[in-house]
């Protein structure tokens, strides 16, 4: 015997509702299939939801697109051999007797031993910038030689230029992550809408005999089913 299933996922439920409320307005004619205040509230409810999904469609589409861009790699890159290079050549000038080994401590660095970090996170790039920046004045403004190839300001300037597309990223993440609470927080009222609009269709056809009615239902959105050794297959029109 034919039974319905409510849609499961988002553009599924866009479609159902779509179907209904357009089929209720033939040739510019309300058919009265369904009551005035469902149709209305099932209209209002899909542009809103309509709205919702595409914002939120739009958000992944952004943000995938521009964490996968090659300008975004390329800068994080040149950031991360900065940061890791400028460590080294200090570490090293520390090793020679040209840096007091105290000083280690400016960048955040253990005094005990000549151990550099790793440094392979979007998070301890930035992190580490930031010591060697803080580091580099307080050592220079003890009157300490700068560090040469690379500078802290070579440093800081591939540093800045990846971290200002890193807090973009960021803030397209939390955009994207708010766009899915407000659709899944929609989600189980638009299911309702659905129930209640099916429901009518079906009292309003529940005259006609067996496939007739089933056809009709169908054209208002509503997807029957089969189970013919328990094979489900959808009813079409």
Known sequence: MPYRRLPNTDQARIRALKMAVDSCVQGGVYTNTLKHNTYATAKNFLEKFEREVSIYKKCVSEQ?????????????????????HFLQVFSMSVMRGEIARAKRAYYGLSVEDDSLPTIALETSVLEWSNKIVDGERKRQGEGGVPIYNPTMGRVSVACDLFREMYEKQQRLQHSTAESLQRVAAMRAECDKIILAVWQEI??????????????KCAQYGIIYYTRPDRKKKSVTA
């Open 64 to 84: 995938s697109s521009k964490r996968g861009n090659a300008k975004y790699e390329a800068a994080f890159k040149s950031a991360r051999m900065y940061v890791v």
């Open 202 to 215: 079906e009292t309003a056809f529940s005259g006609l005999e067996g496939k007739e009615r089933l056809k």
